[in-house]
Every structure is written in structure tokens, then in C-alpha cells.
């Protein structure tokens, strides 16, 4: 399909040095972009506010300039990096931002990857060359350009092509041979055509993106994210654009790249973060996550609630200064019954059970006191009634009956309460049929009250905050309270307004009104405001619970729960959605086993599925034993393609289980050794990490292990749920077997350890036959 075009040394060098003289005009426009955005950015936060009205702009300016100056830095490296020459016109360049020519004609110097113009130059193929002659990838390091690769787009050699479908053939294979860094970094000079087409897909709707490992989904969901932002700004900017990821360790790994695509405002959470004022680092079996992730959890959550609405079997007695009032059960219950059935959640019923007690309450004190000695009728009036009512709210008798009986309460506290207590837990569960949940299952939620939440509790929190109903009276009541502070001033300051004045206040009021709270919006209920209008839409959408996102991309979602769902597909409403797996690669036991099963509860079978078929990652003969493991997963299911063959065969070692440590450390210096400054993980059984990571450890003080491994370590340890997404230049597994022993999906597990090198794999184990055939 494309061709490289012959040329000498000299003409070689030639061309460098003319692309070299345009990139470095396109820094120089660059560099002078970034001065204007500082000088202005410098230039708002000198001046002084003025009005509120005033203040809020400022603000949105002050973000957008220190955007832009963030941004014009973050693309510094490979600024440009192609150039298609066309059949007609001029020849465009491509790179990370659009730049103008701001003299004349307002030309465009450099075009955006995301521009439709671009478009063409991950597209053009020699059968479809699109009025495409050439395209050329330029090759920079820092501002110097270190090379250049052409395709001529002719037919011709659409015949001779060895990797066929591929785009940029020279700079992709030399993108997917670099050394690993520890992070990754952004695809967007060498975007293959399938990957292309799911990165454009329009924004509406759920778009599955279905792909073996290495097969750039990670890559495409990100830079769909940064091409979403720059096609649909407007609809974007202010609800937001979330990615969810499996974990911190992959989201620290995933953090550059689109700060490097000049994108700034996207929200990169896990799951166990997305409950604000929540950290759930609580870890828990495998089993209780899934048993926490089925849909039958807010069964059991909705019961809980339920218990806590209590009826006493004998009623109780309720202690008010020195008298005793009686609640009986009959009174409890019809106090219940009518809260329930105003369809409130609980805690926005919670006020009018509380009238219904108090009404019972009030009426036996009025027949103490108020009865007619001469038998006639009751002789307090209504407002005696009321007075009563009042008081009794505040006896702590009273407050302490209303808070057993109908408890407000938070969802930390109600899960808390429920996951402590086996009487709890037996009570809500009494009315779910063993099919939904044994009484074994429920028994394995029973935890320390102390200790905190696991990342499976978020979408019960989720869940619960829910059925609860926040009660956000008091923060309603706050504004208001604020709200009418404001007008009282106003009128004030326009009371002596007026008296210097002889003014209509019929004609005038409200303007002299807002002009009055203009002049007094210095004092701290301005600042309030102003911090409000600082946060960016991520940090604002990062607060809030409820806040519905604009459009939601989830990495890795073969292995959310079904309750994880449940709580995405409430932060987008809207349902623009991107979800990036592999249902091969499912290790938790709640995962998916397939995207009709996770998806059809919200959207039915209104969504789509994009595959990609190629790895970047994984060569051809690992690539060939990861297939047979997963043949034994599913023989239906096929293995991506690799681009490549490394010519390096992945190995096995079998060593006596005495000397395992020890022949671990010796090849992780030989390895380490052969990579130069590239990155080796060793990805070990759970069981065995604390052990082989000391021993490596000691031999090798700077290798990464525990928790959250620093993954710019050359030599990384981890368990495979810490390896998902991950890759590295060489990797040894040790003990296959045990890894698959040892996780709920055993096989899944054991295909991501083996697909996560980039170009060499070994294997150590202890018993067995080995697994790479070598
Ligand atoms: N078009 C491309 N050009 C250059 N490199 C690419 C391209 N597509 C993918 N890669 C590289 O391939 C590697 C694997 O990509 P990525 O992590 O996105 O795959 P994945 O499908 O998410 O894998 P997994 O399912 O194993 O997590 C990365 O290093 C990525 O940069």
C-alpha cells in the first residue's frame, strides 16, 4: 500500500533542514503564543474584581488563560509531527495543536490531529489515497527534527506492502519498539485506521470497544476523550468528561497522556472514588466483592432501611420533664405507614413521621392538662395546641424516641450499621430467597464496625444515598438565610440611599437594589462566591455526588459489578458513554462475562461494539502462547494479531521450590540487564509477593513493590490485579499455576500476566510442564 521513497543521503539532509526551518517557525509562533496567555493571565490577576458580576468573568478568564498556558507547555514535545502533501493546495502539517498564521489570511500553519483536515493522514491508504501524494512523519527531539519517514500512496506498491492495513508503518514499529518509560505516552503520530474510526465515533450513545490485549484500547479511549473535548467543547466544558480506571496505579500510569494532547479537564477516578468525602482502601475477599456487586444488593439495602423504621412490639414510653407519655404501637405504626406511604426516601420521610409522633404526643399532653373538670369539651385552643407541639420538639425525651424509631441517617452510617451487625444483617436479609442470597453469602458481609470501606461499598454507598434521600434542608436553609441577609442590607443601605435622595422607588428599586449589593459584595459573602466560581468543572464535578457527566469513558470495564454500573449509568444520565475491555481478560468474580449481560439493564441493545484486531504491544510468539491459554478460556474467542515479530521466544524455567528466590533475583539481574533503560516487571502469585519482593529487594534496593509500586522503577513487582493495563519491555511470571490457582478466574488472570511484555517473557515455576513450550 505505501511505499518509502528512495532518496539520497544529501537530498535526505536537505529535507531535514527545510522541515527543520518550519518547525522551528511553529515553535516560535508557539513560544510567542505562551507569552501572550502569561502576560494576560498576569495581567487579570493584577486587577482588582469590581463587581461580582465582574469577579465571576474574571475568574473564567484567569482559568482559561492558565489553561492555555498549560497547555502550550504540555505540547512542547513533538509540537509537529506529520506532513501530507496533497493533490491540491498547499501541504499541511499536522501536530498536537491547531496554529494560525496571525498575519494576512489567518492560514493555518499547523493543524490539529483532531481537525478533519487531519483526518487523512491516519486514513490515506494507496487504494484510497484520498488526494493524499505523501505523508510524511517528522521525527523531533525537543526542537530539532531527527528524521523523517515518507509513504508515497500509490498503487504500485499496494502490492509490494508486507504489513498489510498498517499507516505509517517505519514510525509505528519504531513507536511500539521504544523502550517503556513507567507511563504511557500519547499514540497520536502513528493512529491506526481502526483505532481512527473509534476515536471519531459520534459523541451520543454507548459505544462498546471490544479488543484483546495491547490492542490500543487504553491509548484510543484516552485520545477519544481529548478529540471528544475539541468536536463538542460547548456541550463538554461544563458537565465534563470522567475516565474511570481500575485502579491508582494504572491511573498514575494513564496520567500524562492527555495533559500531552493538551487536555487538562478530565477527571481520571476508580471506582472506590467516586463517593466524595470516601477513601475505600478497606480490602476484602474476592468473594464478598462479588457478593457486594450483584443487583440484589438493593434489595438488601432498601430492607435495611426499612429495618430501621422501627415499631416497638409494647410501645414505648417517652420521658418529658417529669411526666411519662406513652407511645403506643398502634400509634408508631400508623405514624409509619403514612410516612411510607408518601414515597419519600427515607430520610425525606423522616419530617413527616416526626409530625405524626408529635400530633400523638401533643394530644395526650393537652388531654392532661387542658380536660374540663366539668366534663365538657378540651378547653385549650389550637394555638395552645401548637405552643405544646414546640415545646415538646425540644425535650430530649422526645428527640431521642423520634431518633430511635425514624433514625436520619447518612449512607456511611446505615452500611456501616448493617455490614456490624449479624441481627442487622439477618433482619434485612429475612425476605430475599436463597437464590438471590444464602445465608451463608450473607454471613461473609459481616464485618468490624472499624476499618472503613472497601472499594466494593462505593456503589452500595452509591446505592444507599440514594434510597435514603439527602437531606440538604439544612444546606437549602443556609442559602436562604444568606439570600435574605443580602436583601436585608440592601434595603438598609438603600434606606439611607434614598433619605440623601429624592428618588421614584417605584421606578428605581430594583436597579438601586443590585447596585447597592454591588457596593457591599466585598465582605465574605463575595468570597464565598468567588471560591465557588475558582473550582474547574473536574473539581466541581469531583465534589458532588449527583453531578451528571457530559460524557463518561470506563478502561477495564469487563470488571465492574453489576452495582458499579448502576452508580455510572447515574452520573450520565445522557448515556454518552465509551466502554474499553476485554471479556477474555475478566478477573473479578463479578465481572462481565459478556456486554449484552452488563450493558442491557439501562440501554437494551442500544449499543454499539467496535473490535480492534491488532496488538502494538505483545510480539508474534508471545502473542502465540498467551493464544493457547486462552483457547482454554474460550476456544471461540481469537487472539489479536500482532504487528510484529521480535524474534525473541519466550522461555521457561523450572527450578526445586527451595531455590525459587534465589533463581528469581538472578534472573531479574539478568534481565535487567539486557533491557538497557527500558522497565522489567515480575509479576508473582499474591501468595508469594511479600517473599520474592523482599528477596528481590534486597539484591536489588531500587526495585518497585508493595501496594502502589513507583512504576518509573526499572524492576517493578506486582500481583496481576496490579498488572492490568500495565506493560513493560520484559516480564517474568512466576508460578503460572498458582496464579491460577489463586484468583477467582484463574485463566484470565494467568493470559494478562503473559500478554504484558513488549518484547521479551519468561517463566518460572516450580512444578508442572511449563507453559511456552520451551
Ligand atoms: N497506533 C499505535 N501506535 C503506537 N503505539 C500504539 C498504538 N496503539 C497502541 N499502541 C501501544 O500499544 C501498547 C498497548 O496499548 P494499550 O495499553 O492501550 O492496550 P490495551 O488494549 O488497553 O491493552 P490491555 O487490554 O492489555 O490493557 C501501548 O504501549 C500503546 O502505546
Not at 485502579?247 to 471506582?271: C, D, H, K, M
Not at 475558582?534 to 469513558?553: M, P, S, V
Not at 502473542?623 to 521480535?646: F, H, K, N, Y
Amino acid at each position: 500500500m505505501s511505499r518509502y521513497s528512495g532518496t539520497s543521503d544529501d537530498q535526505h539532509a536537505d529535507e531535514i533542514g527545510r522541515e527543520q526551518e518550519y518547525v522551528s517557525m511553529l515553535y516560535g509562533r508557539l513560544d510567542r503564543l505562551r507569552d501572550q496567555a502569561a502576560q494576560r493571565l498576569a495581567g487579570e490577576l493584577r486587577s482588582d474584581g469590581g463587581t461580582q458580576q465582574a469577579r465571576s468573568q474574571r475568574d473564567s478568564t484567569i482559568a482559561m488563560y492558565a489553561e492555555q498556558v498549560g497547555s502550550y507547555g504540555a505540547v512542547e514535545n513533538g509540537l509537529c509531527f506529520g506532513r501530507l502533501d496533497v493533490e491540491e493546495g498547499a501541504p499541511r502539517y499536522i501536530g498536537r495543536i491547531g496554529i494560525f498564521d496571525d498575519e494576512g489570511e489567518y492560514d493555518p500553519l499547523l493543524i490539529d490531529w483532531r481537525a478533519p483536515a487531519a483526518r487523512s493522514f491516519y486514513l490515506a491508504t494507496a487504494a484510497s489515497p484520498d488526494g493524499v501524494r505523501r505523508r510524511r512523519h517528522i521525527r523531533t527531539r525537543f526542537r530539532k527534527v531527527v528524521g523523517i519517514n515518507d509513504e508515497v500512496l500509490d498503487l504500485d506498491a499496494a502490492r509490494t506492502t508486507e504489513h498489510e492495513g498498517l499507516t505509517g508503518e517505519a514510525a509505528l514499529l519504531a513507536a511500539v519498539n521504544a523502550r517503556r518509560t513507567g507511563r504511557m505516552s500519547d499514540i497520536v503520530q502513528t493512529i491506526q485506521a481502526e483505532q481512527d474510526r473509534v476515536i471519531r465515533a459520534e459523541l451520543p450513545g454507548v459505544l462498546v470497544v471490544q479488543g484483546g490485549p495491547g490492542t490500543g484500547k487504553t491509548a484510543v479511549a484516552l485520545h477519544r476523550a481529548a478529540y471528544l473535548l475539541y468536536t463538542y467543547r460547548q456541550q463538554l466544558s461544563t458537565r465534563g468528561v470522567l475516565v474511570v480506571g481500575p485502579n491508582a496505579t494504572f491511573l498514575r500510569y494513564i496520567s500524562q497522556v492527555l495533559p500531552t494532547l493538551a487536555e487538562t479537564g478530565v477527571l481520571l477516578r476508580t471506582l472506590g472514588e467516586l463517593f466524595p468525602g470516601v477513601k475505600a482502601t478497606r480490602s476484602e475477599p474476592a468473594t464478598v466483592a462479588e457478593i457486594k456487586g450483584r443487583p440484589v444488593m438493593t434489595e438488601l439495602l432498601a430492607a435495611a432501611i426499612r429495618d430501621r423504621q422501627q415499631v416497638p412490639e409494647d410501645g414505648m414510653d417517652v420521658v418529658v420533664e417529669r411526666d411519662t407519655l406513652r407511645l403506643d404501637r398502634q400509634t408508631v405504626l400508623a405514624a409509619r405507614e403514612r410516612a411510607r406511604r408518601s414515597g419519600r426516601p427515607h430520610n425525606l420521610a423522616q419530617p413527616l413521621f416526626d409530625i405524626e409522633i408529635i400530633h400523638a404526643l401533643a394530644r395526650q399532653v393537652a388531654e392532661r392538662i387542658g380536660a374540663d373538670p366539668l366534663g365538657g369539651e378540651n378547653l385549650l385552643e389550637e394555638a395552645d395546641l401548637a405552643e405544646i407541639r414546640r415545646e415538646l420538639r425540644d425535650e430530649t425525651g422526645v428527640q431521642e424516641a423520634l431518633a430511635e424509631l425514624w433514625p436520619v441517617l447518612t449512607p456511611q452510617q446505615l452500611l456501616s450499621d448493617l455490614f456490624g451487625s449479624a441481627d442487622r444483617l439477618a433482619a434485612a436479609g429475612a425476605g430475599l430467597t436463597g437464590d438471590e442470597l444464602t445465608e451463608a453469602e450473607l454471613a461473609l458481609l459481616r464485618r468490624d464496625p472499624e476499618g472503613g470501606f472497601s472499594p466494593a461499598d462505593v456503589p452500595l454507598l452509591d446505592e444507599s444515598a440514594e434510597l435514603l434521600g439527602e437531606d440538604d434542608r439544612s444546606a437549602q436553609a443556609l442559602v436562604e438565610r444568606e439570600r435574605q441577609q443580602l436583601i436585608e442590607y440592601a434595603e438598609g443601605a438603600l434606606e439611607i440611599a434614598l433619605g440623601s435622595r429624592s428618588i421614584d422607588l417605584e421606578d428605581e428599586a430594583e436597579g438601586e437594589i443590585l447596585s447597592v449589593t454591588d457596593l457591599l459584595g466585598a465582605d465574605e459573602l463575595a468570597e464565598r462566591q468567588e471560591t465557588g466560581d475558582r473550582l474547574t468543572t473536574a473539581q466541581r464535578a469531583a465534589a458532588d455526588r449527583k453531578w451528571a457527566f457530559g460524557h463518561i469513558i470506563v478502561d477495564e470495564a469487563q470488571e465492574l459489578s453489576p452495582m458499579a454500573w448502576r452508580l455510572l449509568m447515574r452520573r450520565c444520565p445522557s448515556r454518552s458513554m465509551t466502554v474499553v475491555g476485554d471479556v477474555a481478560q475478566t478477573g473479578a468474580l463479578g465481572g462481565a462475562a459478556s456486554w449484552r449481560q452488563a450493558l442491557g439493564p439501562y440501554v437494551a441493545d442500544r449499543w454499539r461494539i467496535r473490535e480492534l484486531s491488532v496488538s502494538y504491544r505483545t510480539p508474534a510468539e508471545i502473542m502465540e502462547v498467551a493464544g493457547r491459554v486462552l483457547a482454554e478460556i474460550d476456544p471461540s474467542l481469537e487472539p489479536p494479531r500482532a504487528v510484529r515479530r521480535t524474534g525473541v521466544p519466550p522461555w521457561d524455567l523450572r527450578v526445586e521450590p527451595g531455590e525459587l528466590a534465589d533463581r528469581l533475583v538472578e534472573l531479574v539481574l539478568r534481565e535487567a540487564g539486557t533491557i538497557d533503560d527500558g522497565r522489567l516487571g515480575v509479576i508473582v502469585p499474591e501468595g508469594l509477593a511479600t517473599e520474592l519482593g523482599r528477596a528481590i529487594t534486597d539484591a536489588v534496593p531500587e526495585a518497585a513493590i508493595g501496594e502502589h509500586p513507583e512504576l518509573e522503577s526499572q524492576v517493578v513487582v506486582l500481583t496481576v490485579p496490579q498488572a492490568k493495563g500495565l506493560e513493560f519491555d520484559s516480564v517474568l511470571v512466576v508460578e503460572p499455576e498458582r496464579i491460577v490457582a489463586e484468583s477467582p478466574r484463574g485463566r484470565s488472570d494467568l493470559y494478562v500476566a503473559l500478554t504484558r511484555a513488549t518484547q521479551r517473557l519468561g517463566v518460572l515455576h516450580c512444578d508442572g510442564p511449563g507453559i511456552t513450550g520451551r
